[in-house]
T-cell receptor, first 112, second 110 residues
Framework: DGGITQSPKYLFRKEGQNVTLSCEQN?????MYWYRQDPGQGLRLIYY???????QKGDIAEGYSVSREKKESFPLTVTSAQKNPTAFYLC???????????FGSGTQLSVL | GQQLNQSPQSMFIQEGEDVSMNCTSS?????WLWYKQDPGEGPVLLIA?????ELTSNGRLTAQFGITRKDSFLNISASIPSDVGIYFC??????????FGKGTRLHILP
């Protein structure tokens, strides 16, 4: 969706390294989400945020961290504690929490 | 945890054929969403359904909110090559949590 920008499109992580994925939106939506997608699998929720300076763990939060310092930005950090980080990461937004979601174009994270 | 069973997992059809896929659960949902995902891209919302029995169309796509509130169906008429991709259903349950199915991968044979 044109109102959501994820970057970079491709990212490579070395052992023991933290990496940060960017998600920015210009639609003034309150809620933002991070999902992880593995091949042949559905989407699994990592973290979500309903308002600035507040966020909640999803189903698979271990090894990840987020921040929501501005309404338009919700970056995801994949920490060295995440032992299997290779996946396609999707950011999503909705006007209010758990209304219909609109997704960004994704970031493919791979391990070197 | 709560699951959505999406079927079929994959399907191979001839161009011009109609397509049907569905999503079922043992639990009740208040909203059903259907998405399409192209390779290497994010899912795009196709249709949103909010009431039991609701039938909604978007071009060649038609989706229905099952009368029991436990299932939803997506039909594509007269398929074309650009219909290829993965179709996901998602439901909003009574705890206001969104659950995703694992997707139906659509292939179109030349």
């Amino acid at each position: 969706d044109g109102g959501i920008t994820q970057s970079p499109k491709y990212l490579f992580r070395k052992e023991g390294q933290n990496v940060t994925l960017s998600c920015e939106q210009n639609l003034n939506h309150d809620a933002m989400y991070w999902y992880r997608q593995d091949p042949g699998q559905g989407l699994r929720l990592i973290y979500y945020s309903q308002i600035v300076n507040d966020f909640q763990k999803g189903d698979i939060a271990e090894g990840y961290s987020v921040s929501r310092e501005k309404k338009e930005s919700f970056p995801l950090t994949v920490t060295s504690a995440q032992k299997n980080p290779t996946a396609f990461y999707l950011c999503a937004i909705s006007e209010v929490l758990n209304e219909k979601l609109f997704f960004g174009s994704g970031t493919q994270l791979s391990v070197l | 945890g709560q699951q959505l069973n999406q079927s079929p997992q994959s399907m191979f059809i001839q161009e011009g054929e109609d397509v049907s896929m569905n999503c079922t659960s043992s639990s009740i949902f208040n909203t059903w969403l259907w998405y399409k995902q192209d390779p290497g891209e994010g899912p795009v919302l196709l249709i949103a359904l909010y009431k039991a029995g609701e039938l909604t169309s978007n071009g060649r796509l038609t989706a229905q909110f099952g009368i029991t509130r436990k299932d939803s169906f997506l039909n594509i008429s007269a398929s074309i090559p650009s219909d290829v991709g993965i179709y996901f259903c998602a439901g909003l349950n009574r705890d206001d949590k969104i659950i995703f199915g694992k997707g139906t991968r659509l292939h179109i044979l030349p």
